[in-house]
C-alpha cells in the first residue's frame, strides 16, 4: 500500500479507466470510477475492438508518402481510409498534422516512443487479467501480417525495417509454412510474417467488464453518470461535476476515451483530439478463420477468432461523432473473409452476424496523451490511444499510477504529454 493514499476519480471506465482503477487500488487510493456506460458494452471502443495485444504495432497510422492518397480517400466511402466531404472542414486542421506525422523521422521517433509502452502492455494485461480472475481471455499467440506474395512484402520493406530496429523478432514464413500454419487461408496469400511476441484478447468487452468487476470488489466506487466540468477552489482542484452531482477528489485521471477534449481543455489542455471511427464484422460459430490473429495487408484488415465467433475489422473512416455509420463499410469486411477464408458460406445466416462501429481516441501523431495537465499535477490524461488503446491499456495504468504515486515511470512519457502541440 502506498504511504498518502487519495480520493481519486478515473472519468471513463473503458480498458484504460479500469486498467488504471487496477493500479491505483494496489496503491492503496480510494478509487471511484466514472461512466455513464455499461462496463464493457457496445458504447465503449473497448467493447468492438480485434483484440491484438500487440507490441509491434509501433508505427503511426500516417507514414511516408500517405498523403498521395489523399484524393482517392476523399472518392471511395468504403476504402480503408475514408473521409466524409462533410467534416473535411473541421478535420482539416488535425489532418495536416496527420500527414506531418508521416514524415520518415517523425515516423522514427513515434516507432521509439511507442516501443517501450506496448512492451509492457501484454505482461501487464497477464498480472490484471490474472488479478481479475480472467486469465482465460488473454493468449499467447503472436500475430501474423498476410501477403499475396514477397514481392508485396518487400514493397512495406520500410515497416518491417523500422519494427526490427526496435527489437520486434520476425519470422518470415513461406508458402508451404503459412499452409501448414493456416490450413483454411486461401490460396492466394503464398507469403506471411509472423511475430511471436504479444498475444490475443478473445473477449475485449468481457476484459474491461471484468476489470471493473475487480476493482469493485478491492473497494472501488462506480458512478454511472457523465462527468460535465471540475470545481476549483482557487487552483485547487476539488472536485468533478457530473450529471449525478459533485464528486470530490484529490486526483483526477481523464480517460473518457475519444470523448476527452473538452474536459482536457477544462485542465488547460487545448488537445487535437479527433476520432477514428473503425467497424466490425462478427459471425457466430464460424465454420473456417485463422489460427494466429492476422492482418491480411491487401485488405488492410484483421481477422481474429473472438470466444464465439470470427471478428474481422480495422480500417479508418474520419466522420466525427454526430455522423450516422456507414454500415456498407461493415458489410464489406464479410465479402473479404469470405475471399480470405474460402470455407466460410457463400450465403452467410445473418442471424449469426453481428455488425458494430466504435470512436478510436486519435491523436494526428498516433500517440496517446498520457501525463499532468497544464493547469493542475493534480489532473492527468490518459486517452488518445487511437488503434493501440487494448494492447497499451493495461501499461498505460501502470504509468497513471506512478505519477500519481510520484515514482519513476517504467517507459519516457515526454513524447506523450499533452503539450506537444
Ligand atoms: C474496429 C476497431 C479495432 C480495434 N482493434 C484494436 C486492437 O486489436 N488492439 C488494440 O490495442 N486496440 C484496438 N482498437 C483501439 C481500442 O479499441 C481503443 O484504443 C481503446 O478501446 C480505447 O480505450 P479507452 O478506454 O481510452 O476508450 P473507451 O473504451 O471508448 O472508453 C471510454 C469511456 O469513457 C466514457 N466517457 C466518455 N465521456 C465521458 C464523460 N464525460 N464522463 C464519464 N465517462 C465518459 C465512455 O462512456 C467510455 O465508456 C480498435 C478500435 C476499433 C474501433
Given at each position: 500500500m502506498g504511504s498518502n493514499p487519495l480520493r481519486v476519480v478515473v472519468i471513463g471506465a473503458g480498458i484504460v479507466g479500469a486498467s488504471t482503477a487496477l493500479w491505483l487500488l494496489r496503491d492503496g487510493h480510494q478509487v471511484t470510477l466514472i461512466d455513464?456506460?455499461?462496463?464493457?458494452?457496445?458504447?465503449?471502443a473497448s467493447y468492438g475492438n480485434i483484440g491484438w495485444l500487440s507490441?509491434?504495432?509501433?508505427?503511426?497510422?500516417?507514414?511516408?508518402?500517405?498523403?498521395?492518397q489523399a484524393p482517392k480517400m476523399l472518392r471511395?466511402?468504403?476504402?480503408p481510409l475514408a473521409i466524409r466531404w462533410g467534416y473535411l472542414p473541421a478535420l482539416a486542421p488535425w489532418l495536416i498534422r496527420f500527414l506531418r506525422a508521416g514524415r520518415l523521422a517523425e515516423v522514427e521517433r513515434i516507432a521509439r516512443a511507442l516501443t517501450p509502452l506496448l512492451a509492457a502492455g501484454y505482461p501487464d494485461h497477464v498480472e490484471l487479467a490474472r488479478e481479475a480472475g480472467v486469465?482465460?481471455?488473454?493468449?499467447?499467440?503472436g500475430g501474423m501480417y498476410v501477403y499475396r506474395d514477397r514481392a508485396a512484402y518487400e514493397r512495406d520493406s520500410l515497416v518491417w525495417r523500422i519494427r526490427r530496429d526496435n527489437g520486434i523478432r520476425l519470422l518470415e514464413l513461406d508458402q508451404d509454412e503459412l499452409r501448414q500454419r493456416e490450413?483454411?487461408?486461401?490460396?492466394?496469400y503464398s507469403f506471411a510474417v509472423y511475430m511471436d511476441q504479444g498475444g490475443h484478447c478473445s473477449d475485449p468487452g468481457g476484459l474491461a467488464a471484468a476489470y471493473v468487476r475487480a476493482a469493485l470488489a478491492s473497494g472501488a466506487q462506480l458512478l454511472p453518470a457523465r462527468a460535465r466540468g471540475f470545481v476549483w477552489s482557487g487552483e485547487d482542484l476539488t472536485g468533478i461535476e457530473t450529471d449525478a452531482g459533485t464528486v470530490g477528489c484529490d486526483r483526477v485521471v481523464l480517460?473518457?476515451?475519444?470523448?476527452?477534449k473538452a474536459l482536457a481543455r477544462a485542465l488547460g489542455d487545448a488537445v487535437p483530439l479527433d476520432t477514428e471511427r473503425g467497424y466490425h464484422w462478427f459471425y457466430k460459430d464460424a465454420e473456417a478463420g485463422p489460427r494466429t490473429p492476422m492482418i491480411v495487408t491487401d485488405a488492410k484488415c484483421a481477422i481474429t477468432r473472438m470466444d464465439w465467433g470470427l471478428r474481422i475489422g480495422g480500417t479508418v473512416e474520419f466522420?466525427?461523432?454526430a455522423a450516422p455509420p456507414n454500415w456498407e463499410r461493415a458489410r464489406l469486411m464479410q465479402r473479404h473473409a469470405q475471399r480470405i477464408f474460402?470455407?466460410?458460406?457463400?450465403?452467410?445466416?445473418?442471424?449469426r452476424v453481428k455488425l458494430w462501429m466504435g470512436f478510436r481516441p486519435s491523436m494526428p501523431d498516433s500517440m496517446p496523451v498520457i501525463g499532468f495537465s497544464r493547469r493542475t499535477r493534480q489532473a492527468i490524461h490518459a486517452y488518445?490511444?487511437?488503434?493501440i488503446g487494448l494492447a497499451a491499456g493495461a501499461s498505460t495504468g501502470r504509468a497513471v499510477a506512478d505519477l500519481v504515486a510520484g515514482r519513476p515511470t517504467a517507459c519516457d512519457l515526454s513524447p506523450f504529454r499533452a503539450q506537444r502541440y
Open positions: 455513464p456506460a455499461d462496463p464493457g458494452g457496445e458504447a465503449m507490441d509491434h504495432s509501433i508505427l503511426p497510422v500516417s507514414l511516408p508518402g500517405l498523403w498521395k471511395d466511402p468504403l476504402g486469465s482465460y481471455l488473454i493468449h499467447r499467440v490450413p483454411d487461408l486461401n490460396r492466394d480517460a473518457a476515451g475519444a470523448h476527452s466522420g466525427g461523432f474460402p470455407g466460410l458460406p457463400r450465403e452467410i445466416d445473418q442471424s488518445g490511444h487511437g488503434h
